[in-house]
Structure formats: C-alpha cells, structure tokens
T-cell receptor
Framework: GENVEQHPSTLSVQEGDSAVIKCTYS??????FPWYKQELGKRPQLIID?????GEKKDQRIAVTLNKTAKHFSLHITETQPEDSAVYFC??????????????FGKGTHLIIQP | EAQVTQNPRYLITVTGKKLTVTCSQN?????MSWYRQDPGLGLRQIYY???????DKGDVPEGYKVSRKEKRNFPLILESPSPNQTSLYFC?????????????FGQGTRLTVV
C-alpha cells in the first residue's frame, strides 16, 4: 500500500520567517495531495490541495509544490504568524475508478511559531 | 450547516464492554471513513465505506467493526475494547472517492479503555 513520509516532525521558526514541510509518497498512482492543519484540540481541516496535473498551487501565504517524478510534495508558509502554530498533515490518495481506498496521511509536523 | 457529527466526544470504558461511536454527516457524501490518531503515528485509517452497504478495511481494522445501512451514518463498533484501543478517533466524509475532494472531519472522540 501507499506510504507517506513527512519531515520534519517538529519545526520551530521565528514569526515572520518561512516554514517548509516536506512529504514523499511511494504509490505512483497517487494523484491527489491535500494538506490539513490541526489546531490543538480541534479536528483536521483542509488548507490546500494539489492534483497531479499541476506543479504548484498558491493561496495567499500558503503554497504547495509537487514533483511527480521524484514523488515528493511540499508545503510552504511565508510570513508566518502565531496563528500558524499547529500540527500539519500531508496526505496522498487516488481515485482508482471502481474504488478508492482513502487518504494515507503522514505522521504530522508540529509547527511552532516563536514570537 | 454542513457538518460531520460524532458522539460521544469523550468516553471512558472498561476492557471488554462493547461500545459504539456514532458518526453522521448531512452533506449527502458517498464516502465515509474512520481514523485513529495516536502521538507520533499520525492519522491511520481503520475502515472506510464508498456507499451504502459497501465497507472495506483500512490500515488498522483489527478489533473494530463498522456498518453503513444509511448514507448519512457510519458507526464504529468496538465489540470487546482493549487498552490498546485508547486513542483519539475521527470520522470523515467526502463527496466521492478520494481522488476528488476534501475530507470533512468530525470533532473527534477521545476514548479511554481501562
């Protein structure tokens, strides 16, 4: 089955600096790559996603890049703010037409924004 | 309001006492799934369902059962809970198979088995 590796497990950055979280996946059939943010005590919520026909996607201070050849994708957060402190999960999945077996998640990155 | 609702939010039970965690969504989603979240292990899929009466095992199905008799409901059943099932559980739903769309998560159920 699919295996998703996520690094680093903890990332501490100064407020205003950029943060980058990286993930690799193993299943070349994967074609959907979402990122979820989970604040303390809350449920995971989608912040951005990318599909395999696109190399990069941006939404204000957040961007995701995808390299299908190397099977890795990254989350970039610029001008970090205190409210960016959370656990971030990458995931991969694919729609196999007749069936779909769900998202495979990375183990998460605890992002800490230092004031 | 579009949402996924789990109950209960918190549950403490004893080993071997059957329990059910309910999950309901009001978005007419075909796809529903259960995850457990443990420190350092991320979110691991327990079971998923692609539609009514269609369920399948995820990565960690041992000790769990599910059913999908109606589109909106997807209960998680622990027939004989054990302490290693102490965890934070999330139900999620999406419009169709995972290749397409956002997964909406419930608010979570924190289960402790003593």
């Amino acid at each position: 089955g699919e295996n998703v590796e996520q690094h680093p497990s903890t990332l501490s950055v100064q407020e205003g600096d950029s943060a980058v979280i990286k993930c690799t996946y193993s299943d070349s059939a994967s074609n959907y790559f979402p990122w979820y943010k989970q604040e303390l005590g809350k449920r995971p919520q989608l912040i951005i996603d990318i599909r395999s026909n696109v190399g990069e996607k941006k939404d204000q201070r957040i961007a995701v890049t995808l390299n299908k050849t190397a099977k890795h994708f990254s989350l970039h957060i610029t001008e970090t703010q205190p409210e960016d402190s959370a656990v971030y999960f990458c995931a991969s999945g694919h729609d196999s037409g007749g069936g779909a077996d769900g998202l495979t998640f990375g183990k998460g990155t605890h992002l800490i924004i230092q004031p | 309001e579009a949402q996924v609702t789990q109950n209960p939010r918190y549950l403490i039970t004893v080993t071997g006492k059957k329990l059910t965690v309910t999950c309901s969504q009001n978005m007419n989603h075909e796809y529903m799934s259960w995850y457990r979240q443990d420190p350092g292990l991320g979110l691991r899929q327990i079971y998923y369902s692609m539609n009514v009466e269609v369920t399948d095992k995820g990565d960690v199905p041992e000790g769990y059962k599910v059913s999908r008799k109606e589109k909106r409901n997807f209960p998680l059943i622990l027939e004989s809970p054990s302490p290693n099932q102490t965890s934070l559980y999330f139900c999620a739903s999406s419009l169709k198979g995972v290749g397409g769309t956002e997964a909406f998560f419930g608010q979570g159920t924190r289960l402790t088995v003593v």
